[in-house]
């Protein structure tokens, strides 16, 4: 199987306030910009992958949310999780970008330091430390000591 490029693609209830959170907020380099009569949409660069947002046409933009694409409750389908060198620096530099972005930094169960937040539809992005090499590469061995130990 030859596959050419990952893409998440999320059909946001406001087109320009999402658009605008990928690009300006997160800072990430848009692709591409089109727009049909039935839809517009926005590619931004994600490392390797792609995030494709997609909203209702400018010419139906002024009648509000689309509530086609108007997620609910607590729980999503979806987590975006970008891995980067810092947690801490990622939280840092967004708040440069937009003082008042929501979330904040914790630890996760196994003590790995993400900032969490959210897009204006309510995906939830998450920023994940990546681990130091040398701590996944000890990883293995300390679970088969610990293997070897019990049994």
């Not at 999503?76 to 930094?105: C, F, M, W």
């Not at 701590?135 to 130990?149: C, G, I, K, L």
């Amino acid at each position: 199987m030859d596959i050419r490029q990952f893409r998440v693609v999320i059909h946001a209830k406001n087109f320009d306030r999402t658009a605008a959170f990928y690009g300006d907020v997160l800072g990430l380099p848009r692709l591409q910009s089109w727009e049909r009569e039935d839809a517009r949409g926005d590619l931004f660069q994600v490392g390797a992958g792609v995030v494709e947002v997609i909203g209702r046409p400018r010419s139906d933009a002024g009648r509000g949310w689309d509530e086609t694409y108007d997620y609910q409750g607590p729980h999503h389908k979806l987590t975006l999780t970008l891995v980067v060198p810092s947690a801490e620096k990622a939280y840092q530099e967004l708040q440069l970008r937009d003082r008042n972005i929501p979330g904040g930094l914790r630890h996760t169960e196994d003590g790995t330091l993400i900032f969490e937040t959210h897009d204006p539809d309510g995906v939830h992005v998450v920023f994940r430390q990546a681990e130091p090499t040398a701590a996944r590469q000890h990883e293995p061995a300390r679970a088969t000591a610990e293997s070897a130990a019990v049994g």
